[in-house]
């Protein structure tokens, strides 16, 4: 069920929510956070409310999407949309649209609409602010997803997050790489058990995983770690062999060679924003290793 609150008060708001609750026969609430989404524009609109729908059902929760109108506006509105049953994951969505002076005080706003004695997750799904942790969306928060990937220059913008990092930040380009993170580690238990003396990662230029990844690398092995720009592969130099893991940029399944030894093929689609969000909300404690990330970047040799 969609409703639509236009020219409206917070205060119609939440009653129109108990009622609709109410109504559907759900007077107990069973959630476990409030997810708060940041967006200057409806262009992402349908597509985070689908995510955050998603992530809903393994983090029941309550969504509450602020979206900047028309700043112009010479009134301050506040128009709403309320989101419920099959339209709401396993949860409800508050859509709010602010106008006006109104759009420059969205803590304000969300405030009176955030769960008791739940914590608070801010996501921003097209970019987001340099210093999350000092947003006053982020404020709010004890956990701060970004997403560098949608920023207009994503390697300046995931090499950029070391600057405002704060403790409960994190970004959907580290979780689109857990997986290749958890092969890669997996590669190095089998023999010949030497040390990793230099690696490699490429692919596009405009993909901040690959930039997190790297630093990720640099962190970890005694050696150069190479950022380069090409197809899409992460290298592994050992004395005696070279382990690479490779897929095509648009592929589904992923190849690992060896050398002196058969390839392996293994499933790995790129995850989408919906899949990465889930997994951010499976934590809210600080990202420790992701931290040491984002140090490790300086440490990359670009090319």
Known sequence: ???????????????????????????????????????????????????????????????????????????????????????????????????????????????????????????????????????????????????????????????????????GDTDLAWARITYWRALLTAALDQPPFEPVTSAVVSGLRDEPSLDVLAGWLATRIDGPVTREIGELKVELIRSSETITLRRPQTGVTATISRTAKPDSLIPLARREAKECLAEDLRRLDADEIYHEALKGIEKVQYV
């Not at 108990?18 to 109504?23: A, K």
């Not at 006006?100 to 987001?128: C, I, K, N, R, Y």
Request: glycine share 8%.
């Open 1 to 167: 069920m969609i409703v639509d609150l236009p020219n409206t008060n917070t205060n119609d708001i939440n009653k129109k929510i108990t009622g609709l609750r109410e109504e559907g026969g759900a007077i107990t609430l069973s959630r476990v956070l409030t997810l708060v989404i940041s967006l200057h524009t409806d262009d992402l609109l349908e597509d985070s409310i689908e995510a955050a729908n998603f992530a809903s059902r393994e983090h029941p929760c309550r969504v509450i999407v602020v979206v900047a109108g028309d700043r112009d506006a010479t009134e301050p509105r506040l128009d709403a949309q309320l989101r419920v049953g099959a339209d709401a994951g396993a949860g409800e969505v508050v859509a709010l649209h602010l106008h006006g002076e109104m759009a420059d005080h969205a803590s304000s706003v969300v405030l009176p609409f955030l769960l008791p004695d739940t914590p608070v997750v801010a996501w921003w799904p097209a970019g987001g602010p340099d210093d999350p942790s000092q947003d006053p969306l982020g404020q709010l928060a004890i956990r701060r997803i970004t997403n560098a990937t949608d920023c207009a220059d994503p390697m300046a913008a995931i090499k950029g997050r070391l600057a405002g990092y704060s403790s």
